[in-house]
């Protein structure tokens, strides 16, 4: 199993800044992906943005050049900096991991508790 652990969620003024964390921990031989997701009130849940084990990363139209989502292979962890905030970034953000387990080589897909962040005035 695979145990997520996210932090930096909050209340920021528009145009402030905010960056998660989300620390992997378990029986994990290998990380392939790890992303972080939202959902709105009333709305369902997409996807920000997934970083890929070779780097690689991909992110929705509506945080382009805003968002930067980082890795720090060691501590397995993901990391989704937030500038330039908008009300409508206004979510709960879910981080997710993708992996293979220890020992059965089982494939995980996990997902945090969720954090909440608030952009307002």
């Known amino acids: 199993q695979v145990q997520l652990v996210e932090s930096g969620g909050g209340l920021v003024q528009p145009g402030g800044s905010l960056r998660l964390s989300c620390a992997a921990s378990?029986?994990?031989?290998?990380?392939?992906?790890m992303g972080w997701y939202r959902q709105a009130l009333g709305k369902e849940r997409e996807l920000v943005a997934r970083i890929h084990s070779g780097g690689s990363t991909n992110y929705a139209d509506s945080v382009k050049g805003r968002f930067t989502i980082s890795r720090d292979y060691a501590k397995n962890t993901v990391y989704l900096q937030m500038n330039s905030l908008k009300p409508e970034d206004t979510a709960v953000y879910y981080c997710?991991?993708?992996?293979?387990?220890?020992?059965?080589?089982?494939?995980?897909?996990?997902w945090g508790q969720g954090t909440l962040v608030t952009v307002s005035s």
């Open positions: 997710n991991v993708g992996a293979w387990e220890a020992g059965t080589r089982n494939a995980l897909d996990a």
């Open positions: 378990g029986s994990i031989f290998s990380i392939n992906a």
